[in-house]
C-alpha cells in the first residue's frame, strides 16, 4: 500500500476486504495426501486448514490472499510507525530503519 492510511482506514479495508469469503475448509493430512491434486486446485479457491495430530497445522491459501494479507500486515507497521511518531517514540530515520530490517527480515 503506498498510500497514506490511518487506523479507521485500515479496519475499514479489513472488515471490506471479507465480504463474499467462505469458511476455511478442514482436512486431515492423511486426506490431503491421498488427495493432493484435489486440494491443491481447491486451495486456489478457498483456504484449505490440514490438520495433524503430531505435527503443527498448516494452512493453504490462494496467492490473492496471501498479498491481501501482506497488504494489512504492511498498513498495520506503517501505522505503528506513524504513531511512534507522532508520539516521539522514534525519529524517522528509527522508523525507516526498524521497517528495512523487516523487509530484509521477511525477504
Same mark, same amino acid.
Given at each position: 500500500?503506498?498510500?497514506?492510511?490511518?487506523?479507521?482506514?485500515?479496519?475499514?479495508?479489513? =472488515?471490506?476486504?471479507?465480504?463474499?469469503? &467462505?469458511?476455511?475448509?478442514?482436512? &486431515?493430512?492423511? &486426506?490431503?495426501?491421498?488427495?493432493?491434486?484435489?486440494?491443491?486446485?481447491?486451495?486456489?479457491?478457498?483456504?484449505?486448514?490440514?490438520?495433524?495430530?503430531?505435527?503443527?497445522?498448516?494452512?493453504?491459501?490462494?496467492?490473492? =490472499?496471501?498479498?491481501?494479507?501482506?497488504?494489512?500486515?504492511?498498513?498495520?507497521?506503517?501505522?505503528?510507525?506513524?504513531?511512534?511518531?507522532?508520539?516521539?517514540?522514534?525519529?524517522?530515520?528509527?522508523?525507516?530503519?526498524?521497517?528495512?530490517?523487516?523487509?530484509?527480515?521477511?525477504?
Amino acid at each position: 500500500m503506498s498510500e497514506r492510511i490511518g487506523v479507521h482506514d485500515l479496519a475499514a479495508y479489513t =472488515e471490506s476486504s471479507d465480504a463474499g469469503r &467462505t469458511h476455511m475448509q478442514i482436512i &486431515t493430512r492423511s &486426506t490431503l495426501a491421498g488427495n493432493l491434486d484435489e486440494y491443491l486446485d481447491n486451495a486456489t479457491r478457498q483456504a484449505i486448514e490440514v490438520e495433524s495430530p503430531h505435527h503443527s497445522k498448516l494452512v493453504m491459501l490462494p496467492h490473492a =490472499e496471501y498479498e491481501r494479507l501482506k497488504e494489512v500486515e504492511d498498513a498495520y507497521w506503517a501505522i505503528c510507525a506513524e504513531k511512534a511518531m507522532e508520539n516521539g517514540l522514534a525519529s524517522p530515520e528509527e522508523v525507516q530503519r526498524l521497517l528495512t530490517e523487516r523487509a530484509n527480515e521477511a525477504a
